[in-house]
T-cell receptor, first 112, second 112 residues
Framework: GESVGLHLPTLSVQEGDNSIINCAYS??????FIWYKQESGKGPQFIID?????DKRQGQRVTVLLNKTVKHLSLQIAATQPGDSAVYFC???????????FGGGTRVLVKP | GAGVSQTPSNKVTEKGKYVELRCDPI?????LYWYRQSLGQGPEFLIY????????DSGLPNDRFFAVRPEGSVSTLKIQRTERGDSAVYLC??????????FGSGTRLTVV
């Protein structure tokens, strides 16, 4: 089937280890940031978001860190599981809302 | 329905033909978006509807692309005189508040 992760940077991680995925964004005026997970043949699925007035936000097994000084976003996945294998995209949105600009994506492969 | 529905899931068409791609958003979501995703890339914004009107169509690549949402619910993306470069996955998303997007699984368009 189609691979949305073709030619993307790949992170291989052992099952049970933690994963860190990094993203550099371009627009210093961006106000809202989201991480999406995309499995082959499916649309992007929301994981976690963060607003520009925060530098850290935690969800279930996931943490997003935002460094506005260097325009850097990261996603940490704790105790990575086989079901976490997918392509991960960061996306940014301006203060006016509505239009997302996506980064290039990272493929995560979880080894059993 | 429970999610965003896109039909068809796959469409193969000959170069020069006209195609229509349909999106059924989540009931009650006033905002609807179209994105295009090429292989190995993140989704790229095409057009955004708020209700029946196109609030931002700045991502449409040229005048062969057009989208409508006549009753503020279902939307149709129309592509005239298709070219091989139009081959991609076309994603639709809807939102109640302009931030929390839900994506459909997309229509994979192949122009031969």
């Amino acid at each position: 089937g189609e691979s949305v992760g073709l030619h993307l940077p790949t992170l291989s991680v052992q099952e049970g280890d933690n994963s860190i995925i990094n993203c550099a964004y371009s627009n210093s005026a961006s106000d809202y940031f989201i991480w999406y997970k995309q499995e082959s043949g499916k649309g992007p699925q929301f994981i976690i978001d963060i607003r520009s007035n925060m530098d850290k936000r935690q969800g279930q097994r996931v943490t997003v860190l935002l460094n506005k000084t260097v325009k850097h976003l990261s996603l940490q996945i704790a105790a990575t599981q086989p079901g976490d294998s997918a392509v991960y995209f960061c996306a940014e949105m301006g203060a006016a809302g509505n239009k997302l600009t996506f980064g290039g994506g990272t493929r995560v492969l979880v080894k059993p | 329905g429970a999610g965003v529905s896109q039909t068809p899931s796959n469409k193969v068409t000959e170069k020069g033909k006209y195609v229509e791609l349909r999106c059924d958003p989540i009931s009650g979501h006033t905002a609807l978006y179209w994105y295009r995703q090429s292989l190995g890339q993140g989704p790229e914004f095409l057009i955004y509807f708020q209700g029946t009107g196109a609030a931002d169509d700045s991502g449409l690549p040229n005048d062969r692309f057009f989208a409508v949402r006549p009753e503020g619910s279902v939307s149709t993306l129309k592509i005239q005189r298709t070219e091989r470069g139009d081959s991609a996955v076309y994603l639709c998303a809807s939102s109640a508040d302009g931030h929390g997007y839900t994506f459909g699984s997309g229509t994979r368009l192949t122009v031969v």
